[in-house]
């Protein structure tokens, strides 16, 4: 363990809410790693908030449907990132914050840094302005820990062979090779706060590596943050 990593590990208390993100590219496994995680904590007594973005909430869905779905006609790039931004403020005010608040452990598919690497390297727009505003929106909630799963994307259009993809999965290879590239430079810039992994390992080594950072052996060697019975995914 490092000193900075056992810093970030003292940080939490025990039964006190830990926030951890997935990030990557489409197709890294996110989803998978995230429910994973999920059913270990609820297990050791946890109350966990299994969540996604955008989404989460009513209006965090809606706006999902709007920006990630064909057919909604031409959607800027500044326009596009303030939908994203616009259901991140919704989701931490309305379910992330709320449930930090009382003790839960809350685990995110996606959360600022994919704006910082979609809006912000891939469509231009400049990773740290697009910080500032989610740092805004989301009142400068950051995760205690971010998960990047890292794929090239070639492999990763592979994996999601034979799915109809998405507004954002159906862009060229180069702008999700300029997402890669976001990610690893994010990741670099705060070490202490991310775990990098190669998605491309078999998921249930990928899972346990991720069980061993400090962060989460302190959670699971904790006192629970809720009781079992509250232990559920939304």
């Known amino acids: 363990m490092t000193q900075k990593q056992l810093a970030t590990a003292q940080r939490l208390l025990p039964g006190s809410g830990l926030f951890i993100a997935f990030e990557g590219g489409d197709g890294a496994g996110k989803s ?5 995680l999920a059913e270990v904590l609820q297990r050791s007594g946890h109350e966990v908030v299994l969540t996604r973005e955008p989404g989460g909430t009513p209006v965090g869905e809606q706006l999902r449907e709007l920006v990630l779905s064909h057919g ?3 959607i800027d790039a500044r326009t596009e990132a303030l939908i994203f931004a616009a259901a991140r403020a919704a989701h931490v005010a309305q379910l992330i914050q709320p449930a930090l608040s009382r003790g839960a452990m809350v685990i995110s598919d996606r959360y600022i840094d994919s704006s910082a ?4 390297a891939g469509r231009g727009l400049g990773s ?3 910080e500032q505003l989610n740092t805004w929106a989301t009142q400068k909630l950051r995760p205690t820990l971010t998960v990047l ?4 994307p070639e492999q990763a259009r592979a994996r999601r062979a034979g799915q109809v993809p998405d507004r954002m999965e159906a862009e060229p290879e180069s702008f999700h090779s300029q997402i890669r590239s976001a990610f690893l430079a994010l990741a670099e810039q705060r070490p202490a706060e991310y775990l990098v992994l190669d998605a491309l390992r078999p998921a249930a080594e990928l899972h346990a590596e991720i069980l061993q ?14 009781a079992a019975d509250r232990g559920k995914t939304p």
């Not at 799963?149 to 090239?152: G, R």
């Open 72 to 74: 909604q006609g031409e």
């Open 32 to 36: 998978t790693q995230a429910k994973l």
């Open 128 to 130: 740290t302005e697009i």
């Open 117 to 120: 690497a979609y809006q912000g």
């Open 213 to 226: 950072h400090p962060v989460l052996q302190r959670a699971l060697d904790g006192v629970p943050s809720g």
């Open 149 to 152: 799963l890292d794929v090239n």
